[in-house]
């Protein structure tokens, strides 16, 4: 069971966050671990302007054990989902997962689904080894939050970074222990799976934009609905192999818990009683008496197809049920301890089988508390476009993990293909974007300011050259060959009268400068 984790050693934590301290989580083999980890994902810079229309249709893509399910889905207006479209294809007898055919199938039916170039693609992952965890920490400034969500999810659960893609959610803050700290989900991805599932896709020449789990996929459903988004609600799937109990609560995924018992479990009981008593009966029999494939034979029931009477099928199921109500019963006990008596309001359930109302109604009185089946067409706000409503119930609760891919946004999904670190870098290379781009525009505005400085100047020389040639239009002095002639005559006169006179006077001036030297 996820822990939620209570750290009283609030001066510790800070102390390890700011360098004075180390906690010691090593595995044997492994290498210790500095507080923040590097990813081998890269992002470049992108242009600035890319001119690219922002494509608005998401496609969910969930590749089953038998079937692979499609769902096309986009936003209105008023910030809903619209389904488009839905699909499902099972898979044609001789293709097996990690053959060329079975690669060969998904991409051709996702390439007649939809154009993938104008779509993002966000599959659904069926991963064993992604580990989910609910912590709390102290307050901390922003730039100390990783590190405080790292060692506090190291000292719970070590891993490998080699191997562990990490990321988190922060959601509410809860007054615990006499202060107030935050709650956190935070997970881990093993890197091989990702690089799997990427590989996978671009060998059919496909990129995905985002991956997510079944869990994520619900929550995309519950966070749309305003309806139940104020009520604490667990969301109980049934598995084949596995189960899973998941408690929302005010829109936030609080709580999150594997139990190792499913459908498959189920079918053993059923099979391990009733041979005792029919020798004929068969493993198959026990998996068509349960539907767990969800394309057996309609119009018969179980019984019809086995003479097994529905009260006899059910008391040998009792026991495989039991167990995943009483792990239910203990996940909802601890909730409520954890949460200051918080208790679970509604139980939605889901499962691979196709009896949903009778294993419903027994879990809900089992439990105490209403148990409902999920319906994507009556408990979200999904609009009841004709592609929903022309499935029926079995079908449609088979479509919720595709419907919530479909339904993911990168702002509020968590997508296992990024992890804490990788996001941090495409937010600095998008600060780094912005602040040219900003300063572009300083240049930018810096340039019109001495392009206005200029043309101002311009303007006033311009205007001072008209009222100059206006000046220039008034001046009407007429000059003529004639005039010149007269002017020359004239200066040589006066120039002939100054020479006489100095001649008449050297004597004299001669005689003043001798009598100003002489003593």
């Given amino acids: 069971m996820d822990r939620q984790d209570e750290l009283s050693a609030t001066d510790k934590l800070l102390q390890v966050i700011k360098g004075k301290g180390e906690i010691s989580d090593h595995h044997p083999g492994t290498a210790a671990a500095p507080a923040v980890k590097k990813t081998s994902s890269t992002f470049k810079i992108i242009p600035l302007l890319s001119g690219k229309e922002k494509k608005s249709v998401n496609i969910g893509i969930d590749i089953g054990k038998t079937h692979l399910r499609l769902v096309k889905a986009n936003r209105t207006a008023s910030r809903d989902w619209k389904i488009l479209d839905m699909a499902s294809f099972p898979y044609p007898g001789g293709v097996k997962a990690g053959d060329a055919k079975y690669g060969k ?14 779509c993002h693609l966000w599959v659904i992952s069926y991963s064993e080894n992604m580990e989910i965890r609910h912590i709390r920490i102290p307050k901390v400034a922003k730039k100390d939050l990783f590190n405080a969500v790292y060692w506090t999810f190291k000292k719970e659960f070590p891993y490998n970074e080699s191997e562990f893609i990490m990321d988190y959610e922060v959601q509410d803050e809860v007054f615990s222990g006499g202060s107030t700290k935050i709650s956190v989900m935070a997970y881990i991805t093993p890197k091989s799976e990702i690089e799997e599932m990427k590989k996978f896709f671009s060998e059919m020449g496909l990129t995905i934009a985002g991956m997510t789990i079944r869990p994520f996929a619900v929550h995309n459903l519950i966070r749309s609905s305003q309806a ?3 009520e ?7 598995g084949d192999e596995s189960s899973r109990i998941d408690i929302y609560a005010s829109g936030n995924l609080t709580m999150t818990r594997a139990i190792k018992a499913g459908t498959r479990s189920m079918a053993d009981a059923l ?4 041979r005792e008593t029919r020798p004929d009966f068969t493993y198959e029999d026990a998996e068509t008496i349960l539907n767990m494939r969800l394309d057996a034979a309609k119009g018969q029931s179980a019984s019809d197809l086995s003479g097994v009477s529905p009260e006899e099928i059910f008391a040998f199921l009792s026991p495989a049920l039991d167990r995943i109500v009483r792990q239910a019963e203990r996940t909802f006990d601890y909730y409520a301890t ?18 949903h109302k009778t294993l ?16 994507p067409l009556e408990e979200s706000p999904l609009e009841k476009t004709e592609p929903l409503s022309g499935f029926d119930l079995a079908e449609r609760i088979a479509f919720i993990a595709a419907l919530g891919a479909a339904c993911s946004d990168q702002s509020i999904t968590p997508n296992l293909l990024f992890g804490y670190v990788d996001k941090e870098t495409e937010a600095s290379i998008k600060k780094i974007n912005r602040g040219v ?15 206005a400085c200029q043309n101002m100047s311009y303007a006033q020389k311009k205007e001072e050259g008209r009222k100059l040639e206006a000046q220039l239009a008034t001046f009407k002095s007429l000059i003529d060959r004639n005039a010149l002639a007269d002017l020359a005559g004239q200066i040589k006169e006066n120039h002939s009268i100054h020479r006489s006179l100095a001649a008449r006077y050297q004597a004299m001036a001669v005689l003043s400068e001798v009598s100003a030297v002489t003593p």
């Fill in 271 to 274: 099979y391990e009683g009733l």
């Fill in 232 to 238: 604490t609600l667990a969301f109980l799937y049934i």
């Fill in 338 to 355: 954890l949460y200051a008596q918080t208790s679970v309001q509604k139980v939605f359930m889901s499962s691979d089988v196709k009896a």
């Fill in 437 to 451: 781009l900003s300063g572009f525009a300083a240049i930018l505005i810096l340039c019109l300011a001495y392009f």
């Fill in 228 to 230: 139940i988004i104020s």
């Fill in 360 to 375: 419903a109604t027994y879990i809900g009185n089992q439990l105490g508390v209403s148990c409902k089946i999920f319906d």
């Fill in 105 to 118: 199938f998904v991409e051709q039916r996702i390439k007649a689904f939809c154009d993938p170039e104008d």
